[in-house]
């Protein structure tokens, strides 16, 4: 059976489509066989996977598959048997929306964007993993190092009860475009993002080798 990672955050616009794709293609990139599912009925992770099969020829390197709230369990399962990853995309929503996902999942990454208002919206998404009994570990998007806001929402991500990623994803213009092309940072020339997403992959699976 493969890993499934559910990426969850109660507030919109924290970057968890972005972190979703992204590691997808990292992983499929490092040899991994790989799914991507899309639970949000926004279909963002849709629209990026539709647009990629025309920019790759019908071949995007990795299966997609999308699931209401309540087919996620059936649907991870027969993806996990076939896959070395199951990334699951979800809703900016709680609770009965996010329950299924988390259930299924090895692992819940938390995208938090540097503001106090996404780390505001982390303790519900922490509260539902740590009832799942599911570890969860909180990614640093859109961060802006050197900054005061950036060093202050790290160091209170920190005092919860989770753990914080050390790999931080900046923020960067090409992640915007690469995904509005059906592509990722990895499949670009910009080497800085490549490395900060290699980085948290390869962070994530030491997390996986050790559950």
């Known amino acids: 059976m493969g890993h499934v990672i559910t990426v969850a955050q109660q507030k919109g616009g924290s970057g968890k489509t972005t972190m979703a794709v992204n590691l997808a293609v990292a992983?499929?990139?490092?040899?991994?066989?790989?799914?991507?599912?899309?639970?949000?009925?926004?279909?963002?992770?849709?629209?990026?996977?539709?647009?990629r099969l025309e920019a790759t020829d019908n071949d995007p390197g990795l299966e997609f598959s999308?699931?209401?709230?309540?087919?996620?369990?059936?649907?991870?399962?027969?993806?996990?048997?076939?896959?070395?990853?199951?990334?699951?995309?979800?809703?900016?929503?709680?609770?009965s929306d996010l329950r299924p996902a988390m259930r299924a999942s090895d692992l819940v990454l938390i995208p938090v964007a540097t503001s106090h208002l996404d780390l505001w919206a982390v303790e519900m998404v922490l509260y539902l993993a740590d009832r799942e009994s599911k570890p969860a570990m909180m990614v640093m998007t859109r961060a802006r190092a050197g900054t005061r806001l950036d060093a202050e929402v790290t160091e209170k991500a920190r005092e919860l009860e989770a753990d914080v990623a050390q790999a931080q994803l900046a923020n960067r213009v090409v992640y915007a475009e690469t995904l509005g092309q059906g592509r990722t940072v990895s499949e670009s020339t910009?080497?800085?993002?490549?490395?900060?997403?290699?980085?948290?992959?390869?962070?994530?699976e030491s997390v996986l080798k050790n559950l």
Do not use: C
């Open 27 to 51: 992983f499929a990139r490092a040899g991994k066989s790989v799914a991507l599912m899309d639970t949000d009925p926004q279909g963002s992770a849709g629209r990026w996977f539709m647009t």
């Open 66 to 95: 999308t699931a209401s709230a309540w087919g996620v369990t059936y649907e991870v399962r027969k993806l996990a048997e076939a896959h070395d990853i199951v990334l699951i995309d979800t809703p900016p929503k709680a609770d």
């Open 190 to 204: 910009n080497r800085t993002a490549k490395s900060e997403v290699t980085g948290l992959m390869q962070e994530i």
